[in-house]
């Protein structure tokens, strides 16, 4: 990640916490938050950006946003389509502000990385394509 080009998906309370671990490896950090004013993003050092900027830009795309009517499904195919080739996304705010299927096809096809901590249904299904693994043999107890 030394000197990556990091994009974030909403500067909340977890983007901001992420950004001070983020600070060691010296990255270019992009924030997409269309509900903070830039001058905020800029006193905390890092570059106010389009989504489409934030996307296209990211080696490292976080996504951190929270569900409103306007983020739900926020990145779907098109938006996705805009992640470059390779790059690595961490889904951990809420699946809904995604195009879960499109994220899986995408994925599939190996066009980048996913690392996913929410699911659209909660608990995951164990047919869940994506989901954690099943688990074998007996359970606990």
Do not use: K
Not at 88 to 108: E, G, N, T
Not at 111 to 139: I, K, N, Q
Request: glycine fraction near 10%; aromatic fraction near 6%.
């Amino acid at each position: 990640m030394r000197h990556a080009s990091v994009g974030l998906i909403g500067f909340g309370n977890l983007g901001r916490a992420l950004r001070r671990l983020l600070i060691p490896f010296a990255p270019t950090i992009r924030v997409y938050d269309p509900w903070l004013p830039d001058s905020l993003l800029r006193e905390h050092d890092v570059l106010p950006a389009t989504l489409e900027e934030t996307l296209a830009a990211s080696q490292f795309l976080f996504v951190l946003a929270t569900v409103t009517g306007e983020s739900e499904h926020l990145l779907g195919p098109a938006e996705l389509d805009t992640v470059p080739a390779g790059a690595r996304l961490i889904l951990v705010s809420r699946a809904a502000v995604v195009d879960y299927d499109a994220l899986l096809d995408r994925v599939r096809d190996g066009r980048f990385l996913a690392g996913v901590d929410v699911w659209p249904d909660e608990p995951v299904p164990a047919d869940c394509p994506g989901g954690p693994p099943a688990r074998s043999g007996p359970g606990p107890g």
